[in-house]
């Protein structure tokens, strides 16, 4: 059990977690919520974290990626906690849990949650796997902002009453720059390693510099973004409640911007999950008010 939960990465299912309570508050503000539709996107959502966390795994264990010099927690595949097989079959188990649960939210909403779903799936699986990964080719960023920004915000929006209003739009974007950050704190803390064995991340091609930038950016950006869409009055302006965010953004953002031994990245990283978390739970507040 301990090598399956080391496998899970409890820290990263977090960014699941955010995306899930921004959808379903703005649905409480604008009337519609469902419990049944909450608690089963909750579920959903987190199961796919899961198992793109062990396709990841066993993926990257198959390419020679995950060698001694990495840092940070270890991988199971490569270190010999579980098989490439076992790993394999986990994926499985989680994706048909997880498809259960799609299949009840298209039955109470509609076939948009199908596209979303299928797609999310595809991407998981070829992520670091299957002939061409667009995760070694410095596309990560851009596939995490898509299916845990707007995919997942939008999608658990329109659960509940199978609308999406641009509302839950608007707010994906805020809640996808600081997702993509928390991917942006793991891919700099394993540049060096990355590099070496020829994993080309968006870290990799833009240099540790440009990636601390990059960083940067996305964390001071979502918190710019709320305040204008809620300034101009495009999304309640209650949602500008998630400025309470902001102090836990002063650490993660010192560490990765100065910081270059493993253990203050890896804290960095956590850091920003759990910032991640903060700002998705005071944004759906704020909408659901």
Request: proline share 5%; net charge positive.
């Amino acid at each position: 059990m301990r090598a399956w939960l080391v496998a899970a990465r409890p820290p990263t299912l977090l960014a699941s977690i955010a995306p899930v309570l921004v959808g379903s508050g703005l649905a409480i503000g604008q009337g519609v919520f469902r419990w049944d539709a909450f608690v089963v996107t909750l579920i959903t959502a987190v199961l796919l974290n899961i198992a793109v966390n062990f396709a990841n795994d066993a993926s990257d264990a198959a390419r020679g990626a995950d060698t001694e010099y990495r840092i940070g927690p270890p991988r199971v595949v490569a270190s010999g906690l579980l098989t490439a097989r076992q790993v394999w079959t986990g994926t499985a188990v989680v994706l048909a849990l997880a498809c259960g649960g799609g299949v009840y939210l298209t039955v109470i909403s509609g076939s948009l949650i199908l596209w979303i779903g299928g797609a999310a799936i595809v991407a998981l699986l070829t992520y670091t796997g299957g002939p061409w990964p667009y995760g070694y080719k410095g596309l990560g960023e851009v596939a995490v902002f898509v299916f845990f920004g707007p995919a997942a915000v939008v999608g658990s929006r329109y659960v509940h009453d199978g609308t999406v209003p641009g509302e839950a739009w608007l707010l994906a974007i805020p809640v996808g720059f600081l997702v993509t950050a928390i991917l942006v704190a793991n891919n700099v803390r394993d540049l060096e390693t990355d590099r070496d064995t020829g994993k080309r991340t968006l870290a990799v091609i833009l240099g540790q510099p440009g990636t601390r930038i990059l960083y940067a950016a996305l964390v001071s950006g979502a918190f710019v973004a709320i305040g204008v869409f809620a300034g101009v009055g495009l999304v309640s302006r209650r949602a500008l409640i998630a400025f309470a965010a902001v102090p836990l953004a002063i650490r993660p953002l010192r560490r990765v911007l100065r910081d270059t031994e493993g253990p203050s990245l890896v804290a960095a990283l956590k850091a920003t999950a759990l910032l991640h978390l903060a700002f998705g739970a005071l944004l759906g507040a704020g909408v659901a008010l």
